[in-house]
Nanobody, 123 residues
Framework: AEELVESGGGSVQAGGSLTLSCAAS????????MGWFRQSPGKEREGVGY???????SIPDRVKGRFTISRENTKKIVYLQMNSLKPEDTAMYYC?????????????????WGNGTLVTVSS
């Protein structure tokens, strides 16, 4: 199975920035999609960024203009750059991976998930 390890979470004041990292190891091979999701208590999990092994990426409208997703070309490492953070961005952030390009993976679901990294934004 693919193992995903997130890092980079922490506490920050509103308006600040954080960069999350996700390192994947395991058998998953190209094409694959990696995504970032978040979930806060009482709310549904929601996607905040997706990128595939060809570096095609998408950012949902809810965080577009503030979040950026990128990856290292030769490694299964994905970053989520979060700027202009707001208290409502407070959540557990999870990295996920799945085979296929993101259009397919987003539709049919991600196969592997990390344990998450907590982001807390104070006002």
């Amino acid at each position: 199975a693919e193992e995903l390890v997130e890092s980079g979470g922490g506490s920050v004041q509103a308006g600040g920035s954080l960069t999350l990292s996700c390192a994947a190891s395991g058998p998953i091979s190209r094409p694959y999609c990696m995504g970032w999701f978040r979930q806060s208590p009482g709310k549904e999990r929601e996607g905040v960024g997706y990128i595939d092994s060809d570096s095609d990426s998408s950012i949902p409208d809810r965080v577009k203009g503030r979040f950026t997703i990128s990856r290292e070309n030769t490694k299964k490492i994905v970053y989520l750059q979060m700027n202009s953070l707001k208290p409502e961005d407070t959540a557990m952030y999870y990295c996920a991976a799945g085979g296929g390009y993101c259009a397919t993976t987003i539709t049919y679901g991600f196969d592997y998930w990390g344990n998450g990294t907590l982001v807390t934004v104070s006002s």
